[in-house]
């Protein structure tokens, strides 16, 4: 039944990618030309897309990305697939999907309506809140920002929490000065070392980066959201073909129970490389999202 059920789904993909296919060039060409498909990784961003002691790939979102992949060779009828990966920052990540050098982006990107103006998203496959992160002895409390005021607050440069913070700072006239980091290592890492005192980050993000760092127990991770915050694998823009292929794929996914397991996989089992359990388990919002899939750029579609 299991076979028959994956061959139905392979010919459902290849009918809908076919027909779709009929609009224009697609993603799908380059993909059946070079017999290969390449995924933009963050290699920080615990447990999302991260590096193991191997210095390979893995994460939450890495593995949705991996059996996407399965799927697409399917939907191609392609012998094999050779799954390519390349590494991405928050500044990287939107030109190296529109200019072809990466085909999904497999990270922790927030899907907002400003982005959907130069990429697509797969249905959402996690749902955030924006919180603050500072030390316990840093004099501040994460879950006021006023506690910031005149201080410093780090996040990833060219992220949603760094314009978030940037925004809230303006409006409050509360003298915040933003330090811009590379990715969310550095981001607590600059809290850890005294030279920001906290950072922004969405949540899931935060749990991961905090019980990765030397010394856990010096953090404080704050529990009121400053926004919400859904993610989803970025798709390039205006392509109906491939796009249909990857949300098709995310929804057989979300239905058969794979990405559940997966997202238990990731926050409540321990994690390579250092074995670390987040202990974190399935949002409201998140089973929500799952229960209804949705590509929707609105955080009130996941209230």
Not at 111 to 139: E, I, M
Not at 257 to 270: R, T, W
């Amino acid at each position: 039944m299991k076979a028959l059920a994956a061959i139905s789904v392979a010919a459902a993909l290849l009918g809908s990618a076919a027909s779709a296919h009929a609009e224009g060039p697609s993603r799908l060409d380059k993909i059946k030309e070079t017999g290969a498909i390449t995924l933009g990784h963050p290699e920080t961003s615990v447990p999302f897309a991260y590096l193991d002691g191997n210095q390979k790939p893995i994460g939450y979102t890495v593995e949705i990305c991996q059996e996407i992949a399965q799927y697409v060779k399917a939907a191609l009828k392609l012998p094999k697939l050779e799954v390519r990966y390349n590494p991405t920052t928050s500044a990287t990540r939107i030109p190296l999907l529109a200019n072809g050098t990466i085909d999904l982006e497999c990270g922790n990107t927030t899907n907002n309506l400003d982005r959907h103006k130069l990429v697509s998203f797969a249905p959402t496959t996690f749902v955030a809140q924006v919180v603050l992160v500072a030390r316990k002895d840093g004099g501040v409390d994460p879950n006021n920002l006023e506690s910031f005021r005149g201080k410093s607050i780090a996040a990833q440069a060219g992220g949603q929490t760094f314009r978030l913070i940037s925004q809230l700072n303006a409006k409050g006239n509360l003298g915040i000065t933003m330090a811009p980091t590379k990715d969310t290592a550095e981001t607590i890492l600059m809290v850890e070392s005294g030279r920001a005192a906290g950072s922004a980050n969405d949540d899931g993000i935060a749990y991961g980066a905090v019980a990765s760092s030397k010394n856990p127990d010096a953090f404080v991770i704050g529990t009121k959201g400053l926004e919400m915050a859904p993610y989803g694998i970025m798709e390039p823009k205006d392509d109906p073909a491939f796009k249909k292929v990857v949300d098709d794929a995310v929804r057989d996914l979300i239905k058969t129970g794979k990405v559940a397991a997966i997202y238990d996989k990731y926050f409540n089992s321990p994690i390579p490389p250092k074995q670390i359990n987040l202990k974190y388990p399935m949002s409201d919002a998140l089973k929500r999202a799952l229960a209804n899939p949705t590509d929707s750029g609105d955080p009130k579609a996941y209230e």
